[in-house]
């Protein structure tokens, strides 16, 4: 039985659907990393919120883990590079906080357009301000997003609600989407240009860190009201300080700082500044259903194989797990094969599904063929580590769909160039059983199944005999046995089954026998 940890506070319901599914969970919240190091090793799955930080010391402790689920957004308490070289799954839930985050956003931009904060810390203290907080309609204002994925498209919903004008900076954002939900589409300079208000809804990244840096903020038309809601270091806080005093900011509003938990920043006390203690996903509702999502989710991957909202690895449905597991054997035992049998360097990779596997998710099959190639190499390699090691290794990938159907109804096929040339073997399914029909342009049907041993011989008299001797004397049984050659008397193809692994000192005598050019022991 599958055994899960949940090491931050989460919502009962989290732990009620581990155990409904089938899952055995331990519910250990507040642990220094040191006290998590010491007890993550017997666990499967991590499920977490932001508290728990997942680095690489602990996931190098975790010698049994399978997946990290986040139950909200942001991964930033996950080192994913260190858990993808694990061969870690890591998961979000990116849906179950979107609507409670993007209200949060809408919320503080009334608070900013009129005063609301002060105007009510003025009012309890006694005084009656009245002309002093004169605030600005949102209506027929220009509303700049910086990200218009799922929570800004919400907040464009919400805003255009508001018969505001919304406009969009979104790399990702195609034409037919902003149509869809709306939006304008622009680049950054003509956003800031323009906008009154600019909300913020983008991962931190490289490429996004300082979005609104002093030199972007100076873009900006006067009067500009700012909010974030989604991630800290995406503002540069002393810039908006600045801003504000200068009067060039009429407003900010964050609910996330660089440094969380925020006792400090060069914003607090700054007259227009409006502060939350990043409370963006902090609703009731919001809270029951990212723990509810990443329990599922984390369920669904450890019991059935799916993957769903991942960020290491193709998503697959657990409905398509099922549907899929057959030919992702069938791609491990290809890649397997290829891998151990082709000499020379490597330069690239093809997968070409034809067929029935032509209408398949095609991520998952190459993530398996490349975990069975890698195998021979890697011990640790798996499905989610593959890519990225062969990309760390130069190796080109390829994925080639035929729709058609040829000789078979489904058909996946794996070829490699190398120094050599290219080589390439198939496999279909009968049934769900994985089936070797092509090996190096030789025609041969075989089982890729426990110990194996590979030869290539002249195709003559006598040699099976012998070979069955040789085998016989060392008491390796045969289970299977499976021949196939390119044309009479030319090169042959022999693929046994056996019931005990060939040792290095079989092999010797097997190469020795008269007409073999090439003997190699095979494990899948």
Known sequence: MPKV??????????????????????????????????????????????????????????????????????????????????????????????????????????ALAR??????????????EKNRFMGVELTSKTLGLIGAGNIGSIVADRALGLRMKVIAYDPFLTPERAMEIGVEKVELDELLRRADFITLHTPLTEQTRNILSAENLAKTRKGVRIVNCARGGLVDEAAVKIGLDSGHIAGAALDVFVE?????????????????????????????????QVAEQMADFLVSGGVTNALNMPSLSAEEAPRLKPYMTLADRLGGLVGQLTTGAITRVSVHT???????????????????FLRSQVATVNMVNAPLIAKDRGLEVREVRTAREGEYHTLLRVSVRTTDGERSVAGTLFGEAARLVEIFDVKVEA????????????????????????????????????????????????????????????????????????????TF
């Open 5 to 110: 940890l949940i090491s931050d506070k989460m919502d009962p319901r989290a732990a009620e659907i581990f155990r409904e599914r089938g899952v055995e969970v331990d519910e250990i919240t507040g642990k220094t990393k040191d006290e998590l190091i010491a007890m993550i090793g017997t666990y499967d799955g991590l499920a977490i919120r932001s508290s728990t930080k997942v680095t690489k010391e602990v996931l190098e402790a975790a010698t049994n883990l399978k997946v990290v689920g986040r139950a909200g957004i942001g991964v930033d308490n996950v080192d994913i590079p260190a858990a993808s070289a694990k061969g870690v799954v890591v998961m979000n839930t990116p849906f179950g906080n979107s609507i409670t985050t993007a209200e949060h956003a809408v919320a503080l931009m009334f």
């Open 115 to 128: 005063q609301l904060p002060e105007a009510d810390a003025s009012t309890q203290a006694g005084k009656w």
């Open 260 to 292: 969380e938990p925020a006792k400090a920043s060069p914003l607090f006390g700054t007259p227009g500044f409006v502060s939350t203690p990043h409370l963006g996903a902090s609703t009731t509702e919001a809270q029951v259903n990212v723990a509810i």
């Open 354 to 372: 034809e067929g029935t596997a032509a209408e398949l998710n095609a991520k998952p099959i190459t993530a398996a063929v490349l975990a069975g």
């Open 447 to 522: 089982d890729l199944a426990g110990p194996m041993l590979y030869i290539v011989n002249e195709d003559a008299p006598g040699f099976i005999g012998r070979l069955g001797t040789a085998l016989g004397e060392a008491g390796v049984n045969i289970g299977t046995f499976h021949l196939g050659r390119r044309a009479a008397g030319g090169e042959a193809v022999v693929l046994l089954s056996v019931d005990t692994p060939v040792d290095e000192a079989l092999l010797t005598r097997v190469r020795a026998l008269p007409g073999v050019r090439t003997a190699k022991a095979l």
